[in-house]
């Protein structure tokens, strides 16, 4: 695993599902472990990046929201 730190995904002012798909995509070109954040402003992805790290087995490390803009640290799944 690379010490750079995660990779960074904007997905400010897109709207549902986009920010998944977004991560989807991500996580493809990442190793197993690897980290993830990404950024967000639709309020929906508070629901739906929960709900796509729940039914892939990726883990939410933390979800963030400070004035309309969301945080979220996500590390992919151990195995794909």
């Known amino acids: 695993m690379s010490s750079e730190g995660p990779l960074l995904v904007d997905a400010s002012g897109l ?10 995509k991500a996580l493809r070109s990442l190793g197993q472990g690897a980290r993830l954040t990404l950024i ?16 892939n087995n990726h883990i939410l490390m933390s979800a963030e929201e400070k004035n309309g803009t969301f945080t979220y640290e996500i590390r992919k799944a151990p195995t794909q």
């Open 15 to 24: 709207k549902c599902p986009m920010p998944v798909l977004k991560i989807q």
């Open 40 to 55: 967000a402003t639709d309020p929906m992805s508070y629901i739906d990046v929960r709900h796509f790290c729940e039914t």
